[in-house]
């Protein structure tokens, strides 16, 4: 088989990679570039214990407040657990979060007070009281904690991330090409959605 073809057919190995995988997403994604109404995807990989992925936060969201409902951000949990013990936990309490339609608010404080719960003896109360700063109806929050389900969304981001090759957070796939880091998200998301909106 020639250089070229090995190419080609490795090319379109990882296309299949992505469109499959992604379309096992949770939240109904079925192509890794545009969602069923045509909007420009960003697909975040992110670790809320992961210093890189706080700083990238905004940037991200400098970049999506430029484009409105012409681009749809889609956030995967993906704890890197050797690293970061706690973040498992955060993405759990996301999770929690999201089942109340709060997810955005409580994501937004999870990163502003990183260091706070990272470094806390006690980060469980913390996710709690930043439950009640989101709005979130306090008792529902803490009996979705221990619950297998919302852990078991976190497993299916991972495993999702995993066929994905996701070997560092953030990870971003813009319009279905990949962003390793804020760095890159700065230098290349904007342009890659400015190329998407004009096909």
């Not at 999506?64 to 706690?86: A, M």
């Not at 990272?118 to 469980?124: L, Q, R, T």
């Not at 497993?155 to 990949?178: C, K, M, N, W, Y």
């Amino acid at each position: 088989m020639s250089p070229s073809v090995k190419r080609a057919v490795s090319g379109l190995a990882i296309l299949f990679v992505l469109v499959s995988a992604v379309a096992l997403g949770r939240r109904g994604i079925e192509d890794p570039a545009r969602d069923a109404e045509g909007r420009v995807l960003v697909i975040e990989y992110s670790d809320y214990q992961c210093p890189a992925c706080a700083r990238a936060h905004p940037v991200l969201k400098g970049i999506l407040q430029g484009y409105g409902d012409k681009v749809r951000w889609v956030h995967k949990h993906y704890p890197l657990e050797l690293n970061h013990p706690r973040a498992r936990s955060a993405s759990v309490a996301a999770v929690c979060a999201e089942r109340q339609g709060r997810f955005e608010a409580y994501h937004e404080l999870l990163f502003s007070r990183q260091k706070d719960w990272v470094e806390s003896k006690d980060p469980g109360a913390r996710f709690k009281t930043y439950a009640r700063e989101a709005g979130l109806d306090a008792r529902a929050f803490e009996a979705c904690l221990p619950d297998p389900e919302a852990d078991g969304r976190v497993s299916a981001d991972i495993r999702e991330g995993d066929r994905l090759r996701v070997q560092s957070t953030p990870t971003f796939f813009v319009h279905g090409e990949r962003l390793a880091g804020g760095r890159q998200l700065q230098e290349k998301g904007a342009l890659l959605i400015e190329r998407a909106l004009r096909k």
